[in-house]
């Protein structure tokens, strides 16, 4: 490539830099200016470093966590993406494939090297990954040139099976496990997106690509549109959130109560109880009912109430209800307590 070449490269990153630059800029001086920078300080210096520099929200996982999660994460096409080795392989050099190969790799070293690990942080390399097995497909894996060995295909397959059974079958035993109970729903689930994908399998493997790959969607979009629309919002334990909205309702002392929640942050939490709820720590939540005790409201999950109680000094709380669930966030049940102060 000549100097008119790379100047004319050059020009074009410049171009792309200052559209990133133009869509980004309106956002963040306006958060600067609303948080008068505390939002830089939070989200940069505590919470991106803290990930980086340990395992922040309970996740501190060891490299290899992403690639052995992958099989669920992408699933039903992770077998493609598999089958889609030897293909990007040999077509390195073309430049639509090596700007795939530079989208996914340095980011999902990056994923796999920074301790704080969870499951959706790999998802915006998953295009390119849908891209490099979609095109690898549509060229029949070049059968004629590099058809993948026997072993990589039953290897795809059974990597394949293993992680769209284990995502059909934690579907049909969340509600067991989150609230002690079978829902019909998910455990009807398995056999029918299981035979939807095996039909699929079936396909794929003797070539048939349009009807295998609709049978794949088929399967997947039965699997999340039950999941999603039925099993999910029918258990209560996991919307712990929408559980102290309801009960807040039904016991809030004034029209106006305020809620400060100690162990329990959320954000969904804030949605659904209003902007005036304090996420804070245990001796928090005991100043905020000793600042109103009225009407302020405290929710305490149990890691906080020592604290929450010791705060208080002589003055006895009020539990009104208390709640029991699982944080999907950090992985980890949930009790808690609601209290106020009785009127004196």
């Known amino acids: 490539m000549g100097p008119r070449g790379r100047l004319a490269e050059a020009a074009e990153a410049a171009g792309g830099a200052r559209i990133v630059v133009a869509i980004a800029a309106p956002w963040l001086i306006a958060i600067a200016i609303k948080s008068k920078g505390a939002f830089f300080a939070e989200s940069v210096g505590h919470d991106m470093l803290g990930k980086v520099s340990g395992g922040q929200e309970g996740k501190g996982l060891p490299p290899g966590y992403y690639l052995g999660t992958f099989w669920v994460t992408f699933a039903p096409w992770s077998l493609l993406a598999l089958l889609a080795v030897p293909w990007t392989w040999a077509r390195r050099r073309l430049d639509t494939v090596r700007f795939c190969i530079a989208w996914i790799v340095p980011s999902w070293l990056v994923f796999e090297a920074v301790p704080t690990k969870l499951l959706h ?35 795809a397959v059974a990597l394949g099976v293993i992680g769209f059974g284990a995502l059909t079958l934690a ?21 029918a997106v299981g035979g939807l994908f095996a039909l699929a399998l079936h396909l794929l493997l003797r070539g048939e690509r349009r009807i295998g790959l609709a ?130």
């Not at 579907?171 to 056999?191: F, H, K, M, N, T």
Request: glycine fraction near 6%.
């Open 171 to 191: 579907v049909a035993v969340i509600p067991w496990l989150v609230g002690q109970r079978i829902d019909p729903i998910a455990v009807s689930l398995v056999p």
């Open 215 to 344: 049978a794949g969607v088929g399967a997947a979009a039965l699997l999340y549109v039950g999941t999603y629309a039925a099993v999910l919002p029918s258990i209560d334990g996991v919307w712990v959130s929408r559980q102290a909205a309801r009960v807040v309702a039904q016991v809030r002392p004034c029209a106006d109560s305020a809620v400060a929640s100690a162990g329990y942050s959320e954000p969904s939490l804030v949605f659904l109880l209003g902007t005036p709820t304090k996420l804070v720590h245990g001796a928090g939540a005991a100043t905020h009912l000793l600042s109103d005790r009225a009407c302020g409201l405290a929710l305490v999950e149990d890691r906080e109430a020592a604290a929450f109680l010791d705060s208080l000094g002589t003055a006895t709380p009020l539990p009104l209800a208390e709640l029991a669930g699982f944080n999907y966030n950090t992985g980890k049940r949930l009790h808690l307590t609601l209290y106020r102060l009785p009127a004196s």
């Open 121 to 155: 942080y790999t998802l915006p390399v998953f295009p390119a990954i849908a891209a490099l097995a979609a095109a690898a497909l549509l060229d029949n894996f070049d059968r004629s040139r590099e058809r993948p060995r026997r072993w990589l295909t039953v290897a």
